[in-house]
């Protein structure tokens, strides 16, 4: 399967654990995206990179997530003390990064229920 | 704030029927409007936008752009179930860096 891939699909955890979603974009896709989605509505775009280069990250929730993408390949998002209201499908995306920028493929997601 | 609104909320037709789904965006140094369809999980995407007056077609699917208006519709023309579905309406700014989603149309296409 050569879509963008994320682990785990689904985390169940109690509120002030940390959490960490891991994304495996297409591989000659040199952008990667971060998306939150709750129910019933769009995805909120949360942060992108460029290859390993951190572009925008002013839309990420609060100062408990973070995410990295050390060699430009995979992509990790952290949530450091979960509360219930951060429970929601978090989305991968990634896409080739010129001319058709908007063409995002998505990962199937990663579920966070927070207990 | 940039904004997208999609209208209707939620759809619910009859195999054949044919239906159009509306959106309208604020987006800040606009570049294109984008439609995607997210069935179960991962969004898929339909059409980019660029241009006024330009449709997109893909087989019963289309799409146009009002850049003037700031509005877009996609049709759909003879549904199929294999059509049910949340469509989703994205706009992207010119710094290419980030969409904007609305809240989506719920379609439920019944035999």
């Known amino acids: 399967d050569t879509g963008v891939s994320q682990d785990p699909r689904h985390k169940i955890t109690k509120r002030g654990q940390n959490v960490t979603f891991r994304c495996d974009p297409i591989?000659?896709?040199?952008?990667l995206y971060w998306y939150r989605q709750t129910l019933g509505q769009g995805p909120e775009f949360l942060t992108y990179?460029?290859?390993?280069?951190?572009?925008?990250k002013s839309r990420l929730l609060s100062d408990r997530f973070s995410a990295e993408r050390p060699k430009g390949s995979f992509s990790t998002l952290e949530i450091q003390r979960t509360e219930q209201g951060d429970s929601a499908m978090y989305l991968c995306?990634?896409?080739?990064?010129?001319?058709?920028?908007?063409?995002?493929?998505f990962g199937e997601g990663s579920r966070l229920t927070v207990l | 704030e940039d904004k997208v609104v999609q209208s209707p909320l939620s759809l619910v037709v009859h195999e054949g029927d044919t239906v159009t789904l509306n959106c309208s965006y604020e987006?800040?140094?606009?570049?294109?409007l984008l439609w995607y369809k997210q069935e179960k999980k991962a969004p898929t995407f339909l059409f980019m936008l660029?241009?006024?007056?330009i449709e997109k077609k893909s087989g019963r699917l289309s799409s146009i752009l009002d850049k003037k208006e700031l509005f877009s519709i996609l049709n759909i023309t003879a549904t199929q179930t294999g059509d049910s579905a949340v469509y989703l309406c994205a706009g992207e700014t010119n710094a290419g860096n980030m969409l904007t989603f609305g809240g989506g149309t719920r379609l439920m296409v019944k035999p």
């Open positions: 660029t241009s006024s007056g």
């Open positions: 987006v800040t140094n606009f570049r294109s």
């Open positions: 990179f460029q290859n390993e280069a951190q572009l925008e």
């Open positions: 591989s000659e896709h040199n952008r």
């Open positions: 995306a990634s896409s080739l990064g010129w001319g058709r920028t908007g063409e995002l493929f």
